[in-house]
């Protein structure tokens, strides 16, 4: 299976570096699209709960139960 990455959280970048934090913890390497910082920097205006956390296809089985452990957690 080649690897390809899947968008698993959206969110704000508190929510997303606890998330990736957790998935590190497991050796679930992980991607972070910061669209908010990318608008800033780009003199745009957007919310800021719009950043994206990635992790590869293969990896999906593994996340899947931190990923809702952490939803249950946040109230999502």
């Known amino acids: 299976m080649e690897k390809e990455h899947i ?5 704000t970048s508190i929510f997303i570096d606890r ?6 913890k497991e050796n679930i390497p992980s991607l972070i699209k910061n669209h908010h910082e990318s608008a800033r ?7 800021i709960d719009n950043i994206e956390l ?3 296809n293969t990896d999906l089985e593994k996340a899947t139960p931190i990923i809702e ?8």
Request: no cysteine; glycine share 18%; charged share 25%.
């Open 54 to 56: 990635f992790i590869y």
């Open 41 to 47: 920097l780009g003199g745009f205006g957007l919310s």
């Open 69 to 76: 452990e952490f939803k249950k957690e946040i109230g999502e």
């Open 7 to 11: 968008k698993v959280f959206t969110g």
């Open 19 to 24: 998330l990736s934090y957790l998935l590190d």
